[in-house]
């Protein structure tokens, strides 16, 4: 009579790992760019209807929006012998920076002026030129599958057709100076007022 095969028992994913990618197949899912080969990425586990396995993201986003999990990941010391990792300190100024510029970015719609003459009106293509006036306004965009709420350049001369676009997000077009004026604190009045009559009437 032959014995049964002993069957091993599958090997328990740990809570997270930080190791270099093995390809540059994985994709980052704060970023949602690919995470390229030998990258550091930190995979965080989850269980779902597939069975378990790892949310992989670029090391360096997650400290700036998924810090707790690196915490975790650095207290465990989530990875294998030879891999070389930044100091935590390291990473804990990623966040701090990354909530700096959180606290000083803008929600369109909003007016300023154009610090640089490299951007591009996203409804014409021309340049926008340094120190001339330009608007945020927001849209919605598809991305892998979701939609999500994003925002576009415009010349104050663009902003009434970029309202009729299928993208754009602005429910009501004629509040738009209102918006404009409360989400606008950094540009002068003079200024503001100076947008408006170059967008004209809504």
């Not at 809570?15 to 390229?36: D, F, H, M, N, V």
């Not at 990623?94 to 909530?99: D, I, R, V, Y």
């Not at 951007?119 to 340094?130: D, P, Q, T, V, Y």
């Not at 409360?182 to 809504?202: H, K, Q, T, V, Y």
Request: aromatic share 4%; glycine share 6%.
């Amino acid at each position: 009579m032959s014995e049964e095969p002993v069957r091993e028992e599958p090997e328990e994913l740990p809570e997270y790992k930080i190791e270099g990618a093995r390809s540059s197949r994985s994709s980052c899912k704060t970023c949602k760019r690919k995470i390229q080969k030998d990258t550091l990425r930190l995979g965080v586990r989850i269980e779902g209807p597939f069975g378990v396995g790892f949310l992989w993201h670029h090391l360096t986003c997650a400290a700036k929006r998924h810090a707790q999990h690196v915490e975790g990941a650095y207290e465990l010391r989530a990875w294998a012998e030879g891999v070389e990792v930044p100091p935590l300190e390291e990473l804990r100024k990623l966040k701090e920076k990354a909530e700096e510029q959180k606290k000083k970015r803008k929600d369109p719609p909003y007016a300023e002026r154009a610090p640089s003459g490299r951007s591009k009106c996203k409804l014409c293509g021309e340049l926008i030129e340094k120190g001339a006036l330009r608007v945020a306004l927001p849209i919605v965009v598809e991305f892998y599958g979701q939609t999500r709420q994003g925002s576009i350049l415009v010349h104050t001369a663009c902003v009434q057709a970029a309202l009729h676009t299928d993208d754009s997000a602005v429910e009501d077009p004629a509040g738009l100076p209102q918006e404009l004026e409360a989400n606008s604190r950094d540009l002068p009045p003079e200024d503001l007022a100076r947008a408006l009559d170059e967008i004209g009437a809504l």
